[in-house]
């Protein structure tokens, strides 16, 4: 199976061309459950602890063991961070993939590969690599049983002196690694070192790809979104997440979990926190509900699949006014389509999740920080607006591997929103649920347990009046949609902006949300660079759409709606949106492959429906 | 008489409540209903025992049943949720606040088949609910469709006959880990109310079974859960009487003839046997009987199971005494040093 869709063209790494330094992507492709993602995280480290920019992404089957799975590190001085399209060094270790793999690579770019895989015999136009690792692999591993574990940092060490990357960092990576594991660390370093000895005294450097020290990553760390997502839960103050496991957000609450025993464990040693694994996506979202309306910040994290299941119980939610935040981590598709990669599909679905009229808030993360910084937008929109709020995250951020500045300390005070305490309802004497009281749509509400006669309210769906009692009359459900309604347009002005890159006084624009960010900064330059097109560039941030997101429609000929599903979702968003005279403004340039949108891919679709 | 008689002080529980103070909405459901008869059980068992309204929370899912809710103890927080699916909303409130006392009221249809699922998982997590299916074998709120309870070869006014067997709950909620299971019926009054008492003393998931005949869908000839097909088939296991942990009095009893449960707040279940050497703490001879009343055509009732010393959900989870849901920034919130620490582990 071939991972890429790269048509063979003149490639950067040719025969004889000068020094390519800190700009390449290595694809190591390996079988999954062998071990290979230890060697991966090592060499995407070393290359970040030289102060190169890196990033990594993980392409893997729905399976434990057994099948393929390949991995893509790209290093770049830039600081370009979107998957690469073109690969530069195949790492074949998998006898099934390597000749395809091999054949889908660009003329001139290299490859190193098990030497009984013979691989050089497949085509004359590749640099080719062969190490024998199996030789390599019995003097530094005793133990046989461990040998297919270790026998893939060997490649790192060949990798480490094929491209000039320190030992010395190599080691340390490695020792980060096995932090815990003193003889793992030592194994694994003498396989490196195997590697690195062996490439030193056979290996012919034919390649042109060098990583040299830099300084662009001091002070910076590398994790992936699901644990942002989790770490910034965790100070976003949630005290509630029931959840069901499903691919890609399992590890968002599994790396809670340990962080919440770490860091929320009172000074009575009772968890100032439940996190409960519900028995379905049902439960899970009833759990949340039923926890919000009780009064504690509830989340849960899913997937398409769950976000369909929770779809019922969003609706109740929606209406009785309980807050809730769902992480979506969008991936492909059913549970038998393609559920381990990445995608931006469930954004109408969820937008508009359940039945009769109702429409939800939405945030796009792009980054490692605004998974961290929207956890608490989430939770302080939920309890101000009284109403489910997802975070539509993907797989592509949730599970790869990311470089980001480190994360700020939250510096605003968790918002609760409108509660009214056995105080309030004292000097008050009573209150109306459901009763527009500030303008804003928004009623005040009480928690069960509020000492208080008058406190108590009967929650339902939309059948009742302004006291909650029940209606079936035809004005108090209208005015009771009206206001909910109204709650949605004041979320307007208090959900994240937009953020704009470019003066704004472009003719061309360009609009996107979510992982497709990283591509789209690159592309902005390849279009000025290499098209001399310069374009202006708004990221939405939520939904629903703030005053800008109009602006922008207004203020350029061609809006370029980038995203990575079939059918245009964002931009069917907007043409609810926006001014039916706009609309024939807006293109749309969809990426569905299940791998991460590339910048080259974006150009050539723009620069083609340009007409240029 | 020449004095005017001074009216005399409305009589009020041990916090000082009426029993005003527990009363709900006007019942919408048929006149005769068992729901209602359920529900005034409720309103006197919650008075007698002097539970703070404030203090409950009621859960319903969807159906007649889950209607009723509304018709009982309005100075408490209400939950009417979706189908089959009251059981995660009450377990999400209890995981907020573990001081609420939930009362769940469900039907068979919302329980024994769009929630069965649901329902499995609250009793195996042994969550402190009180959980009552009002069970009368029929959807009454669609109109008289047969539900899972519905016995082998009863039949609907239509004449349609039942050729499914019946899911007991009673033995399923034994099997799953519910701590406190019994079985009564609406128009038992004294059964009702002593179980109902235990039930609202008890820590854990109570699960109890009423079975509560439906006047217009379901009390005909024909029907195992008419009010006339269950006067004449009720088995009672024991008498079922409650003495509260508050109540002084002692009232004798032969410990030969009548089995005392201590409740986990020192409160007294006591049940006097009418079956020799019946052991409510034995879970298998729990189920063996009622397997047994199955063959025999008895409706049987009574306390089937107690377990007054399993830990709850809530003591599981190991949670902070104050409830999570009102927890202060300053607690939920780690420090600066907790951020940096988790950034530097990540360089």
Redesign the interface.
């Known amino acids: 199976m071939a991972t890429t869709d790269v048509v063979p063209q003149e490639s950067s790494g040719q025969l004889g061309q000068q020094r390519v330094v800190n700009d390449m992507s290595i694809q190591v492709a390996t079988v999954n459950g062998s071990g290979s993602q230890s060697s991966n995280t090592v060499l995407l480290r070393s290359i970040f602890q030289m102060g190169v920019p890196i990033s990594g992404k993980n392409l893997f089957p729905s399976n434990i063991a057994g099948l393929p799975t390949w991995y893509t590190i790209r290093a770049n001085k830039d600081s370009y961070i979107a998957r690469k399209k073109e690969i530069d060094l195949l790492v074949a270790m998998n006898a099934e993939t390597a000749q395809d793999d091999v054949k889908s690579l660009a003329p001139g770019a290299s490859v190193l590969y098990d030497e009984p895989l013979a691989l050089d015999k497949l085509r004359d136009d590749l640099i080719f690599y062969s190490v024998p690792y199996d030789k390599l692999v019995a003097p530094v591993c005793p133990e046989a049983k461990l040998r297919k574990l270790i026998k893939n940092m060997i490649y790192v060490g060949v990798v480490a002196q094929l491209f000039e990357i320190e030992m010395g960092e190599v080691e340390n990576a490695i020792r980060k690694q096995f932090a815990k594991k003193a003889k793992a660390a030592n194994l694994n370093l003498a396989a490196a070192k195997a590697g690195y000895d062996y490439a030193a005294a056979n290996l012919k450097k034919r390649d042109p790809f060098y990583i040299q020290r830099m300084d662009k990553t001091k ?5 992936d979104g699901n644990s942002a997502a989790a ?1 910034g839960c ?7 997440v ?1 959840w069901y496991p499903i691919t890609p957000s399992s590890s968002l609450v599994e790396t809670m979990i340990d ?1 919440m025993k770490e ?2 464990i ?1 000074p ?7 996190i ?1 694994q ?3 996506e ?17 989340m849960t994290a899913t997937a398409g699949p769950g976000i369909s299941l929770m779809a ?2 969003t609706g ?1 939610a929606y209406y ?1 006014e309980v807050p809730a935040v769902i992480w979506d981590i969008q991936r492909v598709g059913p549970s038998t389509g393609l559920p381990t990669r990445t995608s931006q599909g469930d954004v109408i679905s969820t937008a508009f999740l359940s039945h009769g009229d109702t429409k939800h808030i939405l945030l796009f993360p792009n980054s490692m920080i605004e998974c961290f910084t929207m956890a608490q937008d989430a939770f302080d929109l939920a309890e101000q607006f009284q109403t489910p709020v997802f975070v539509m995250s993907d797989l592509d951020l949730g599970m790869n591997n990311w470089m980001s500045d ?2 700020p ?2 510096d605003k ?2 918002k609760r929103g409108k509660v009214l305490s056995k105080e309030d309802l004292e000097k008050l004497g009573s209150f109306a649920r459901y009763k527009d009281v500030d303008g804003d749509g928004v009623g005040y509400r ?8 008058a ?7 939309s059948g009742h009046n302004e006291k909650a009692q ?1 209606s079936e009359r035809p004005d108090d459900f209208e005015r009771n949609m009206e206001r909910i309604n109204k709650k949605f347009e004041t979320a307007r002005s208090f959900v994240p902006r937009p953020e704009l890159t470019g003066s704004g006084k472009q003719k061309v624009g360009i609009l996107a949300y979510g992982t497709s960010h990283w591509a789209i900064v690159e592309s902005l330059d390849q279009l000025s660079k290499e098209h001399n097109l310069k374009a202006d560039y708004l990221r939405v941030r939520a939904y629903p759409f703030t005053r800008e997101v109009h602006d922008f429609i207004e203020q350029h000929e061609h809006v370029y709606i980038v995203e990575q599903n079939r059918d245009a979702q964002m931009a069917a968003l907007l043409k609810l949106d926006i001014k039916p005279e706009l609309t024939p403004r807006l293109r749309s340039i969809c990426h569905i492959h299940g791998l991460p949108i590339d910048a080259r891919s974006v150009t050539d679709e723009l620069m083609m429906m340009e007409g240029k | 008489m020449s004095t005017t008689p001074t009216a005399p002080a409305p009589k009020t529980n041990r916090i000082g409540l009426q029993v005003l103070d527990y009363r709900g909405g006007k019942t919408t459901l048929c006149a005769g209903c068992g729901h209602n008869a359920i529900s005034e059980r409720i309103i006197d068992a919650m008075y007698e025992m002097g539970v703070r309204p404030e203090r409950v929370a009621k859960f319903s899912g969807i159906g007649c049943s889950s209607k009723s809710p509304a018709y009982f103890m309005n100075r408490s927080h209400s939950f009417n949720s979706v189908h089959g699916r009251m059981p995660s909303v009450a377990t999400g409130a209890m995981l907020a606040n573990k001081d609420l006392i939930a009362l769940g009221v469900t039907g068979d249809g919302d329980t024994v088949s769009i929630g069965a699922g649901q329902f499995i998982h609250l009793m195996r997590r042994n969550l402190p609910i009180i959980y009552i299916l009002e069970d009368n074998g029929v959807y009454g709120l669609t109109k008289g469709q047969f539900s899972a309870t519905a016995d082998l070869g009863s039949t609907l006014k239509t004449g349609v006959v039942n050729d499914l067997p019946p899911i007991d709950t009673c033995a399923l909620a034994i099997q799953l880990g519910a701590t406190l299971v019994g079985r009564s019926f609406s128009g038992d009054k004294r059964q009702l109310h002593s179980m109902l008492k235990a039930a609202i003393a008890h820590k854990g998931t109570v699960m109890l079974d009423v079975v509560s005949p439906c006047v217009t869908f379901n009390d005909h000839e024909g029907s195992t859960k008419s009010y006339k097909y269950m006067q004449a088939h009720e088995e009672p296991l024991h008498e079922v009487s409650f003495v509260p942990a508050f109540e002084e009095i002692n009232v004798d009893y032969d410990p030969g003839t009548t089995l005392e449960v201590t409740m986990h707040d020192g409160s007294s279940l006591r049940l006097r046997k009418l079956e020799e050497d019946y052991d409510p703490t034995d879970k298998i001879e729990a189920v063996h009987r009622l397997m047994e009343s199955h063959v025999k055509g008895e409706v049987l009732t009574g306390v089937f199971y107690i377990n007054a010393k399993a830990p709850s959900f809530i003591d599981m989870l190991n949670v902070t005494d104050q409830p999570l849901a009102t927890l202060p920034e300053s607690v939920v919130r780690p420090g600066r040093e907790v951020l940096e620490k988790c950034m530097e582990e990540l360089r």
């Open positions: 002070g910076k760390i590398i994790i770490m965790m100070f976003a103050g949630c005290t509630v029931t962080y860091y929320r009172g009575d040693g009772k968890a100032t926190f439940a409960v519900a028995e379905d049902l439960a899970a979202i009833g759990m949340v509900i039923g926890a919000g309306w009780a009064g504690a910040r509830s019922e119980f109740l009785v480190p994360f300390y939250p005070p968790i009480t928690l069960p347990g509020t000492d208080h006669p406190a108590a309210w009967f929650a339902r769906g029940y």
